[in-house]
């Protein structure tokens, strides 16, 4: 059975640190892996990677997919307050379904 | 402005009663989709339509139904089968184009359904 799995289910720093978001996943066609930020109601897309070893940067976001050993990776830099959400990861498969993972909600304390 | 409105916000019902979700996009989008959110749980797909008229059950659909009349809609009924009702409901829409597209889903702000 597919399945996306992230940890750590929560997180807790202060702001200005640094916070590394995992996602592992075993889905038998994958097509893309994705992230989104999801603060009180509707999940914002981040990224989408579909290659191995692409890092995908956004300002002091960035995410690195590694296809051979099955995992992604959101990485944030110098956190602020309105970072804290929860973060899902979600895979694609061949027929355009997304396979979700449980997130990790991230806090971040002033 | 473009999105995907859902409504109402909160919806409470007694047990036994169906209720409808309503779900509506001006993105002019081709697929939509309807997921359930569960406190510790990731999203899980309950109905998808690819085109007008045409729908596919998720993983898990038994309970809820759907139609597709029109392309800028997609109306979830909750139905008295479905044993644990009471969720975050998410709809959710994409193109149909190439590439990224695919993939990458829009989202309304949801309905939180109480049943008692």
């Known amino acids: 059975e597919d399945k996306v799995v992230q940890s750590p289910l929560s997180l807790v720093v202060h702001e200005g640190d640094t916070v590394t978001l995992n996602c592992s996943y075993e889905v038998t066609n994958f097509r893309s892996l994705l992230w989104y930020k999801q603060e009180k109601k509707a999940p914002t897309f981040l990224f989408m990677l579909t290659s191995s070893g692409i890092e995908k940067k956004s300002g002091r976001l960035s995410s690195i997919l590694d296809k051979k050993e099955l995992f992604s990776i959101l990485n944030i830099t110098a956190t602020q307050t309105g970072d804290s959400a929860v973060y899902l990861c979600?895979?694609?498969?061949?027929?355009?379904?997304?396979?979700w993972g449980a997130g990790t909600k991230l806090i971040i304390k002033p | 402005d473009g999105g995907i409105t859902q409504s109402p916000k909160y919806l409470f019902r007694k047990e036994g009663q169906n209720v409808t979700l309503s779900c509506e996009q001006n993105?002019?989008?081709?697929?939509m989709y309807w997921y359930r959110q569960d406190p510790g749980q990731g999203l899980r797909l309950i109905y998808y339509s690819q085109i007008v008229n045409d729908f596919q059950k998720g993983d898990i659909a038994e309970g809820y139904s759907v139609s597709r009349e029109k392309k800028e809609s997609f109306p979830l009924t909750v139905t008295s089968a479905q044993k644990n009702p009471t969720a975050f409901y998410l709809c959710a829409s994409s193109t149909r184009t190439s590439g990224r597209d695919l993939y990458e889903q829009y989202f309304g702000p949801g309905t939180r359904l109480t049943v008692t």
């Open positions: 979600a895979v694609g498969d061949s027929n355009y379904q997304l396979i």
């Open positions: 993105l002019n989008h081709d697929a």
